[in-house]
């Protein structure tokens, strides 16, 4: 990756209620999240200096630390406005913003109970996580080793960091296969979503994509049924089965960071067509620079 290291950069973090030099925002060695994963985060993207649904950003922030049993100790117009602040106190118009809430120090082991509830937002430069030419080409997808959890083994629809370790491990697979991404199954089998982006896929005018039972519910992807819907595509949220994709002509990934990632193969299935992409792809970026 180009760039230096996250820990050493010029620019401010809002962290803990102020904003702070990026060099000096950092955590003790036993901070309870470190050993038990006990961090909840969210990705937003701004475009033209405002962040694409910071609401519902924040809102999902709040609901993942629940999830985890925490409740995050400001308000969410707080919340906003830390990330608006980290945005601005960095003077970027075109970013990705990353606030993270995590349990901190004051007691180490299983038992959390007595630990303070922090909260940290920074903001960079982050132009796409695939490729301009990946995107262009299509994103090639395998397999994941590692399957989405049930939720009643861990709270699966979080954005919690401990969800992270098995896409951390699925994407490293990928690339050592020389694919540029995952694509995990969930628990009983069912295509669930890539390592960090929800997917669809195309058939004429059907889109058909995963039910938010087991994944994330990606902002972008309810953004993107919307969009489909209002431009006459019919959108089925259900179960489906690795085995039904070679009868789809195309595919996509979703996210805030991937926004929409046309996808050209998973293995050795490949989908030629971008006919939803395209229409998808500029109502997307019409959106969330609010051109429409
Ligand atoms: N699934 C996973 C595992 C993710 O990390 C992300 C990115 N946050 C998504 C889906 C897409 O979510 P969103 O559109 O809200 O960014």
């Given at each position: 990756m180009a760039g230096p290291a996250f820990h050493d950069r010029d620019g401010k973090i809002w962290f803990d209620g102020e904003l702070v030099d990026w060099r000096a925002a950092n955590v003790h060695i036993l901070t309870h999240a470190m050993h038990y994963a006990s961090s909840v985060f969210e990705g937003e993207r701004a475009y033209n200096g405002e962040i694409f649904k910071l609401r519902e950003h924040t809102e999902r922030l709040f609901e993942s630390g629940r999830m985890l049993g925490f409740e995050i100790p400001y308000s969410t117009d707080e919340v906003d406005a830390a990330s608006v602040a980290a945005l601005e106190a960095n003077g970027l118009a075109e970013a990705y913003v990353r606030p993270v809430a995590w349990r901190g120090s004051e007691m180490m082991g299983v038992n959390a109970q007595g630990t303070e509830i922090h909260l940290a937002v920074a903001a960079w430069e982050w132009p796409n996580i695939f490729t301009e030419e990946q995107r262009l080409k299509g994103v090639t997808l395998s397999w994941a080793p590692w399957k989405r959890p049930s939720p009643d083994t861990i709270p699966a629809c979080s954005k919690a960091a401990g969800l992270y370790m098995i896409c951390t491990l699925s994407k490293h697979d990928a690339e050592a296969k020389g694919f540029n991404d995952a694509l995990m199954l969930d628990w009983r089998g069912y295509v669930a979503e890539a390592t960090g982006a929800n997917v669809f896929f195309v058939k004429g005018d059907a889109i058909h994509t995963p039910i938010p039972d087991a994944i994330l519910d990606?902002?972008?992807?309810?953004?993107?049924?919307?969009?489909?819907?209002?431009?006459g595509f019919k959108v089925y949220e259900r179960r489906i089965t690795p085995d039904e994709l070679e009868a789809f002509d195309e595919c996509f990934l979703t996210g805030t960071a991937a926004e929409v990632s046309p996808v050209a193969r998973i293995e050795n299935v490949e989908f030629p067509s971008r006919e939803a992409a395209s229409?998808?792809?500029?109502?997307?970026?019409?959106?969330?620079?609010?051109?429409?």
């Amino acid at each position: 990756m180009a760039g230096p290291a996250f820990h050493d950069r010029d620019g401010k973090i809002w962290f803990d209620g102020e904003l702070v030099d990026w060099r000096a925002a950092n955590v003790h060695i036993l901070t309870h999240a470190m050993h038990y994963a006990s961090s909840v985060f969210e990705g937003e993207r701004a475009y033209n200096g405002e962040i694409f649904k910071l609401r519902e950003h924040t809102e999902r922030l709040f609901e993942s630390g629940r999830m985890l049993g925490f409740e995050i100790p400001y308000s969410t117009d707080e919340v906003d406005a830390a990330s608006v602040a980290a945005l601005e106190a960095n003077g970027l118009a075109e970013a990705y913003v990353r606030p993270v809430a995590w349990r901190g120090s004051e007691m180490m082991g299983v038992n959390a109970q007595g630990t303070e509830i922090h909260l940290a937002v920074a903001a960079w430069e982050w132009p796409n996580i695939f490729t301009e030419e990946q995107r262009l080409k299509g994103v090639t997808l395998s397999w994941a080793p590692w399957k989405r959890p049930s939720p009643d083994t861990i709270p699966a629809c979080s954005k919690a960091a401990g969800l992270y370790m098995i896409c951390t491990l699925s994407k490293h697979d990928a690339e050592a296969k020389g694919f540029n991404d995952a694509l995990m199954l969930d628990w009983r089998g069912y295509v669930a979503e890539a390592t960090g982006a929800n997917v669809f896929f195309v058939k004429g005018d059907a889109i058909h994509t995963p039910i938010p039972d087991a994944i994330l519910d990606g902002i972008t992807r309810r953004t993107v049924i919307g969009l489909a819907e209002e431009r006459g595509f019919k959108v089925y949220e259900r179960r489906i089965t690795p085995d039904e994709l070679e009868a789809f002509d195309e595919c996509f990934l979703t996210g805030t960071a991937a926004e929409v990632s046309p996808v050209a193969r998973i293995e050795n299935v490949e989908f030629p067509s971008r006919e939803a992409a395209s229409v998808l792809m500029p109502a997307y970026t019409k959106l969330v620079r609010r051109e429409s």
